[in-house]
């Protein structure tokens, strides 16, 4: 099946407003559904190879999965210039704008998730949104993330077999990852303030594993959100994509009162 999906996902690619080619891939129809892959991984990685864009595609959504600069099958460039903050934001608000997208919904993972808060902040409004594999700390506090990545990525070969480092350089070594590209994708995290989470009145699914605390407390994100809804699914961060779990949190929250 994951072949088949791989297969059969039409990938196509847009140029960003720095020239930076950015790659995205389609599957299924009905109704758009913006999906944002998480650091390290890719549009293939995080909903294809799991069967979670299966799901959704067979629920009746269009899902629309780009792969974010420095990642996947879109441009890494190495030039500082490429990586100004929000920059993963605006990206995506331009492929909102260049498909035309107008009523759909948005959901993203880990970074994903991330990206998806700015794009809400800064004035997009989907009919729903998911933030997935991410707490409240973690929108609001980047710096955190930012050094822990940034210490796996310029020490590399030097983490203890099984930390979380070395799970994380495990992970990127899978995905084929560009280390340089990578770290400086990390200069484009930008905090999102708590009276601007509050001001985010829109349904907000927060799907997190039980295990996951990596980016801080769901349930306050939840909780500070005007309509925000806690739905919790086994896993770690690492893991909870992984299971069918995710795809079915996914498809009952955005088919929920529909």
Not at 51 to 62: E, I, P
Not at 145 to 162: D, E, S
Not at 216 to 238: D, F, K, R, Y
Request: charged share 20%; net charge negative; glycine share 10%.
């Amino acid at each position: 099946m994951e072949d088949f999906w791989k297969a059969n996902a039409v990938t196509s690619f847009i140029k960003a407003a720095d020239g930076t080619r950015l790659a995205w891939r389609e599957m299924g129809t009905g109704r758009p559904l913006l999906l944002i892959h998480g650091y390290i991984s890719d549009a293939v990685t995080n909903w294809i190879t799991y069967g979670t864009a299966a799901q959704l595609a067979a629920a009746g959504y269009r899902c629309i999965m780009p792969d974010l600069r420095a990642h996947g099958a879109s441009d890494k460039p190495h030039a500082a210039s490429a990586y100004s903050q929000d920059v993963l934001a605006d990206d995506q608000c331009a492929l909102v704008d260049h498909l035309g997208l107008r009523d759909f919904d948005l959901a993203g993972y880990s970074l994903g998730a991330r990206t998806a808060a700015r794009m809400l902040a800064k004035g997009l409004r989907p009919g729903k949104a998911i933030l997935s594999g991410m707490g409240l700390e973690g929108l609001t506090n980047t710096g955190h993330r930012r050094a822990h990545f940034r210490n796996i990525l310029r020490n590399i070969g030097h983490h203890a077999k099984g930390s979380p480092e070395w799970m994380a350089e495990a992970f990127l070594k899978t995905t084929g990852g560009d280390p340089v590209a990578l770290d400086m994708i990390l200069d484009t995290f930008v905090d999102t303030p708590r009276e601007a989470l509050a001001d985010l009145d829109l349904p907000i699914g927060v799907v997190c594993g039980v295990d996951d605390q990596d980016n801080g407390s769901a349930a306050a994100l939840a909780a500070l959100l005007p309509q925000g809804e806690l739905i919790s699914i086994p896993g770690n961060h690492m893991s909870a994509v992984t299971k069918p779990d995710f795809g079915q949190a996914l498809v009952g929250y955005l088919q929920k009162g529909r």
